[in-house]
């Protein structure tokens, strides 16, 4: 697939992310990896961040500007942990690679942002955490009216691992993004900042 071919097809995914009438239910794009940028600049991020996957070895990736603005959803064939270890070499050898994206997140799944439905993706996903460590929820939202306390009062209820919000062992990460959620249990060092990156090469 192109990139004008891409580009074209996901902003018509964005009008109908757009439109009163639309359904989350008829239409949910599997994406993991949430990427980030400035305000405005989401064209020269979507540019980048298909050069990134291109150079790291997907050829044809989905990419998606969302209506929100700074975010775009990526579909890579790629394993996404693996892919934000790959930006983190390549940061520190050709920082200049990486001038709009600001963060890559990897999402191990995906559902409608609905708080049961995040509750059975999370306590499915937790099964890695071993019973003696430790975890924290971060959530982001973006144009959602759910609120953070009930997703987080929710989805713990069943967990028996120990809360840590300074220094966890693991983050279990859930990104909205309007009517739908990508969800990850990951470590606190598997998030890519090239902010981050670049000032500790």
Same mark, same amino acid.
């Given at each position: 697939?192109?990139?004008?071919?891409?580009?074209?097809?996901?902003?018509?995914?964005?009008?109908?992310?757009?439109? =009163?009438? @639309? &359904? #989350? +239910?008829?239409? $949910?794009?599997?994406?993991?990896? /949430?990427?980030?940028?400035?305000?405005?600049? *989401?064209?020269?991020?979507?540019?980048?961040?298909?050069?990134?996957?291109?150079?790291?070895?997907?050829?044809?990736?989905?990419? =998606?500007? @969302? &209506? #929100? +603005?700074?975010? $775009?959803?990526?579909?890579?064939? /790629?394993?996404?942990?693996?892919?934000?270890? *790959?930006?983190?070499?390549?940061?520190?050898?050709?920082?200049?690679?990486?001038?709009?994206?600001?963060?890559?997140?990897?999402? =191990?799944?995906?559902?409608?942002?609905?708080?049961?439905?995040?509750?059975?993706?999370?306590?499915?996903?937790?099964?890695?955490?071993?019973?003696?460590?430790?975890?924290?929820?971060?959530?982001?939202?973006?144009?959602?009216?759910?609120?953070?306390?009930?997703?987080?009062?929710?989805?713990?209820?069943?967990?028996?691992?120990?809360?840590?919000?300074?220094?966890?062992?693991?983050?279990?990460?859930?990104?909205?993004?309007?009517?739908?959620?990508?969800?990850?249990?990951?470590?606190?060092?598997?998030?890519?900042?090239?902010?981050?990156?670049?000032?500790?090469?």
């Amino acid at each position: 697939m192109t990139k004008e071919r891409i580009r074209n097809s996901y902003y018509r995914i964005n009008r109908y992310h757009k439109s =009163e009438d @639309s &359904s #989350v +239910s008829e239409h $949910i794009m599997n994406f993991n990896l /949430l990427v980030t940028t400035f305000r405005n600049r *989401e064209d020269d991020a979507f540019d980048e961040i298909l050069q990134l996957l291109d150079v790291i070895g997907d050829k044809d990736p989905s990419i =998606e500007v @969302s &209506s #929100v +603005s700074g975010i $775009i959803l990526v579909d890579t064939s /790629l394993d996404p942990f693996q892919f934000v270890e *790959e930006c983190k070499e390549m940061v520190r050898k050709e920082p200049w690679k990486f001038r709009y994206v600001l963060r890559i997140i990897p999402l =191990e799944m995906n559902c409608k942002a609905e708080v049961t439905e995040i509750h059975d993706i999370v306590n499915q996903l937790c099964r890695k955490i071993d019973a003696q460590e430790t975890y924290r929820v971060l959530i982001e939202k973006r144009h959602s009216r759910l609120h953070s306390n009930e997703i987080i009062s929710t989805v713990t209820s069943k967990l028996k691992m120990k809360v840590n919000l300074d220094n966890p062992n693991w983050i279990i990460l859930i990104q909205i993004v309007r009517m739908v959620a990508g969800i990850s249990i990951l470590r606190p060092n598997q998030i890519f900042s090239s902010v981050k990156e670049k000032i500790s090469s």
